[in-house]
């Protein structure tokens, strides 16, 4: 070992020794200078021990990222940069070079998360008697430093030996999704970090059935991540190469998703008068949906501030369509040419938030768990008026959403008598009973299941399997269609907007909609609100807070006894359909007024997460919108005291701790 690394070790050492970083940093920062002994990464690191910043190295090194509900996610521009991370680069402008850390996205972790899924995926071959060279997928988003990732990604891939699929330029997740089926890839790669703020970017890996990686693959990735390093660059007898991806894979995807409107006489008549602003927020949303829309006769206006790719996302604070002001501009644009709705889409297109014409003509934002519900009874319905449903293969169709969706979806489902099965957070789950659900086709069909139609595809899940219809979760993610294993805002975009056709030939509203939903099912009301608690020690305060609701659950909520405690992380709990439900750090409170808790921390970001749900079912239908007002203040005035307690129970839960 040089001199100068001798030195740079001692004084990590030391450090250590004084209290001033964790174990877990030391044994950290050993690792990756060791592994990456860059000017990079040794000038940074030997800045920050200079000038004494314990906390920003604990933070960037603390732990080595693993894969959560999303695949890996980290900051790649931390709060303080180095004088090499900032490079050439202006103070206002992106750092020249991601931050450095074990606990961040940097060259250093893209790199051996892609050799640790090459290395699985060889393997993988290896044991099924593939003699072909694997081929893995790659797309990325408009942040910064994402085309470097992914550039990144491709190398590595063919030191491995794997050819890399590259799209050319940004494009969504779900088109990657899509790409992963479609080209009968062996695995998919998205570089993005969806809403995340700017400073975010991330790493997600998708299995040939193009769903998110899933237990028992990502643990796998991971071990095998730890054993290849540190390690030299592999010179494999057959290298790999990269082939571009572009224009082919927009078309077939396109033509796909046009199979998902469900009443095209509908669109003919009323698609030319209903009027839509769009934002992309910057991000790859443009690619598709305005084509898709078009194409459909939907006059679509853009935001023409935010239509261009950029990672900084200028005009928002944050890209993230469940945020308010992420739309105020779109909204803008709708109020001064009199659009019917609003649609925006996060930077890698897989989340959709809509805003719409109320009855008093203001345009009002719906959340992610009303859009969903609209969704989920317009589809039905429409399936059932077109006769594509019916009494006889009704138990054959089925909707999913997640534990923490609102139970409104549920309710509209066991009216007409579909299967509404529940899952955990995050869209993999969903992508995964979409696979069990393919896997009971039979094996003459499913041996030319990717290449059926829409229509093919429906009749053979009706006849053998289950008819996925819809499913999403309350962050503002949706899906209508198995060739697609992750939540898709192009999708959503399409169905969305005939949703929206459907209530101006009804002379109504999509709010108005829903509250007729409300007036026949009662009035379903929920927010999702996080803790944010940041770095190191912030990550020990979730880990409290999560702990106590197990060993102290609380017996009332807002003084309402507790009827019913669901502990995710010990109970072996089971959905509908018979399948165990993975072990996860969740609680879910029922109480005796039926509202329910849910609490869990984030599996992508440093926050605990809370979702509050109450009902309140009319003793029988009215028309009255006074009635249907009084509920909905009944309701929201419930989830303000419930909110209130959980807050201040939190706070002393965490001084007790």
Not at 358 to 363: G, K, L, V, Y
Not at 391 to 409: E, G, I, P, S
Not at 527 to 547: C, D, H, Q, T
């Amino acid at each position: 070992m040089e001199p100068t690394m001798k030195l740079l070790f001692s004084r990590v050492d030391q450090a250590a020794e004084k209290g001033h970083l964790l174990p877990s940093t030391v044994e950290n920062i050993h690792l990756l200078l060791r592994s990456d002994s860059t000017s990079l990464t040794r000038e940074s690191v030997t800045e920050l021990l200079k000038e004494q910043h314990w906390d920003e190295l604990n933070d960037r090194f603390f732990r080595t990222l693993s894969f959560g509900t999303g695949g890996l996610r980290g900051k790649t521009i931390r709060p303080m940069v180095t004088r090499n991370e900032r490079g050439t680069s202006a103070a206002k402008d992106c750092p020249q070079f991601p931050c450095v850390g074990t606990n961040t996205i940097n060259d250093f972790n893209i790199a051996r998360a892609t050799r640790g899924l090459a290395e699985y995926v060889k393997e993988i071959f290896r044991q099924e008697g593939c003699e072909e060279r694997p081929r893995i997928c790659i797309a990325h988003d408009t942040r910064h430093f994402s085309r470097r990732f992914s550039e990144l990604c491709a190398r590595v891939l063919v030191e491995e030996g794997c050819d890399a699929l590259l799209f050319s330029s940004p494009r969504s997740t779900p088109e990657l999704s899509f790409a992963v089926r479609y080209l009968h890839a062996a695995a998919g790669i998205n570089i993005t970090a969806s809403h995340n703020p700017p400073e975010y970017s991330g790493f997600k890996v998708y299995w040939q059935d193009g769903a998110q990686i899933m237990e028992p693959h990502a643990s796998n990735i991971i071990n095998r991540v730890n054993q290849i390093i540190p390690r030299d660059t592999p010179s494999p007898d057959d290298e790999g190469e990269v082939l571009s991806l572009g224009a082919e894979i927009d078309i077939a995807y396109l033509e796909r998703l046009k199979t998902l409107v469900l009443d095209r006489e509908l669109l003919r008549r009323q698609a030319a008068s209903t009027k839509v602003v769009y934002t992309p927020l910057h991000g790859t949303g443009i690619a598709i949906i305005p084509k898709l829309l078009r194409e459909f006769g939907f006059p679509i206006s853009l935001v023409e501030s935010q239509k261009t790719p950029d990672g900084q996302f200028p005009t928002v604070k944050s890209p993230n369509p469940e945020e308010p002001e992420a739309l105020g501009l779109a909204i803008e644009e709708a109020n001064r040419i009199g659009a019917d709705i609003v649609i925006g889409t996060d930077p890698d297109a897989d989340r959709m938030g809509v805003a719409a014409r109320d009855s008093t003509n203001e345009m009002r934002l719906l959340t992610g768990n009303q859009i969903g519900s609209l969704l989920v009874w317009y589809r039905i319905t429409k399936l059932f008026d077109l006769g594509i449903l019916d009494a006889a293969n009704r138990t054959h169709a089925v909707c999913l959403k997640t534990f923490v969706t609102t139970d409104l979806q549920k309710t509209i489902c066991e009216h007409f008598g579909v299967r509404c099965v529940e899952t955990l957070t995050g869209f993999k789950y969903i992508g995964a009973k979409l696979r069990k659900y393919e896997e009971q086709i039979s094996k003459t069909h499913r041996a030319e299941y990717t290449k059926l139609s829409e229509e093919e595809t429906r009749a053979l899940r009706l006849k053998e399997s289950s008819y996925y219809i819809f499913g999403g979760e309350e962050s503002y993610g949706y899906s209508a269609s198995d060739f697609v294993r992750d939540k898709d805002a192009n999708s959503a975009a399409l169905i969305l907007t005939e949703l929206a056709a459907f209530a101006r030939e009804k002379s109504t509203t999509l709010h108005g909609l829903l509250d007729e939903i409300f007036q026949t099912f009662g009035v379903y009301l929920e927010r999702s609100i996080s803790m944010p608690f940041e770095g190191a020690e912030g990550a020990a305060k979730i880990r409290n807070l999560v702990s106590s609701y197990t060993t102290h659950p609380p017996s009332s909520i807002a003084g309402t006894p507790v009827t019913n405690i669901r502990d995710f992380s010990r109970e072996t709990i089971v959905d509908v359909e018979g399948d165990v439900i993975p072990k996860e750090a969740m609680m879910i409170f029922e109480t005796e007024d039926q509202c329910r808790i849910a609490v869990r921390p984030s599996g992508t970001e440093s926050k605990i997460k809370y979702y509050l749900f109450a009902t309140h079912s009319p003793k029988s239908p009215s028309a009255n919108p006074e009635d249907l007002s009084i509920l909905k203040a009944k309701v929201e005035a419930r989830l303000d005291e419930i909110w209130k307690f959980l807050k201040e129970d939190a706070q002393y839960r965490l001084m007790s701790s």
